[in-house]
């Protein structure tokens, strides 16, 4: 089709983006997508295997996943009395809540630099976006979300707490504060993709805050490839949000495998653990190269300034070993790298490669 007909037809918002980009990684040190490089112990696999092997792949999943959605509370500290939506990763939730609130008019703000799912999905469904700069510190500037807040009175205010890519976990304070201003006229959703890693959380305040809703996701805990987020919140806003969900939005096999791991969640406990220990290592490591600031972490990556990301991430690329340089993502970003902690072995090809990548004096 020509591309005058193409614009006919596909709206303007759409054109003018351009595809998400995920990279060739094959052969590479993957260190660029925040994943759990642990795999399931052998015997849990095998179980897994021989429990996958009965699910009845020819009926429609039920629904209502409600045996998920219990397994979730139980395991994962969902206060009793919050209703939980389940999503096809935290990115269908994120799609689910821009299509509910999508009045013409509506707005969605996050701070910036932050996770782009929430412009994009704010595009898709035709909502404004508004991004507020972060201070070059990456943490929250409080004074100019209440001013933005006021000003642009968003129906979907994003928080990632701690936040992608910069590791930062915002002030508790200042987020009750955002949320106190935010009052009855819109949703902030604090998504806690990194929750394993940051062990904090506001899940245990959702009684104190009609309007928050607190999102998850299996993905950085170690299960990315099954896709499945949840959140849970205000129970006549999830009713709502609920009614746009796809009725078979999560596939049997990711329901079945869900539950038999999370059943058995201190495994995936631990390997967050031992990456949180990874992680300060990693910290102190790079921390102690010169030519190299890192910023603080509450998540499992790493973000790092150095004077010409864009040549260390190609050296890297030379040693298979890919980072994700965001350098280009916001000014305040300018010469990041965003590194995924992984296991000792990996982070030390990681140092030596990277060692070897900086320039020399
Ligand atoms: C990785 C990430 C997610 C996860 O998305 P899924 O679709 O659940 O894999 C959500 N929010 C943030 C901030 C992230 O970095």
């Given at each position: 089709m020509s591309s005058s007909n193409i614009t006919n037809i596909i709206r303007p918002e759409i054109t003018s983006l351009s595809a998400y980009h995920v990279p060739e990684s094959a052969g590479y040190v993957k260190l660029?997508?925040?994943?759990?490089p642990f795999v399931l112990p052998e015997e849990m696999q095998q179980e897994l295997g021989q429990h996958l092997a009965?699910?009845?792949?020819?009926r429609y999943p039920v629904p209502s996943y409600s045996s998920l959605k219990h397994i979730i509370a139980e395991k994962l500290g969902v206060p009793a009395g919050h209703d939980i939506i389940v999503g096809n990763g935290s990115d269908e939730l994120i799609a689910m809540m821009s299509v509910a609130c999508a009045k013409p008019g509506a707005k969605v703000l996050a701070p910036l630099p932050g996770f782009v799912m929430y412009a994009m999905s704010a595009k898709f469904a035709g909502l404004e976006f508004v991004g507020v700069p972060l201070h070059a510190d990456f943490t929250l500037d409080k004074v100019a979300m209440l001013a933005a807040i006021v000003e642009h009175q968003p129906a979907i205010i994003y928080l990632a707490?701690?936040?992608?890519?910069?590791g930062t976990l915002y002030d508790a304070d200042d987020m009750a504060e955002i949320l106190r201003a935010v009052g009855n006229t819109g949703v902030v959703v604090v998504d806690e993709a990194y929750q394993p890693f940051a062990q904090t959380s506001f899940m245990s305040r959702?009684?104190?805050?009609?309007?928050l809703v607190v999102m998850r996701t299996v993905s950085k805990l170690g299960?990315?490839?099954?896709r499945l987020g949840y959140m849970a919140g205000n129970n006549a806003l999830m009713a709502e949000f609920e009614k746009v969900r796809?009725?078979?939005?999560?596939?049997v096999l990711t329901q079945a495998a869900a539950e038999f791991v999370l059943q058995r969640v201190e495994v995936l406990d631990a390997q967050a653990a031992e990456l949180r220990a990874q992680r300060d290592k990693l910290s102190t490591a790079l921390r102690a190269t010169p030519g190299v600031e890192v910023f603080p972490s509450s998540a499992n990556f790493l973000l790092i300034r150095v004077a010409n990301a864009e040549q260390v991430f190609a050296k890297l690329l030379n040693h298979k070993i890919l980072v994700k340089n965001?350098?280009?993502?916001?000014?305040?970003?300018?010469n990041c790298l965003r590194i995924t902690v992984s296991t000792q072995e990996e982070n030390a090809l990681f140092l030596a490669a990277f060692a070897a990548s900086m320039p020399s004096k």
């Open positions: 660029d997508a925040m994943e759990n009965q699910v009845a792949m020819n707490y701690p936040n992608n890519p910069t959702l009684a104190e805050f009609d309007n299960l990315a490839g099954i796809p009725p078979y939005n999560i596939n965001v350098g280009k993502m916001h000014t305040l970003l300018e």
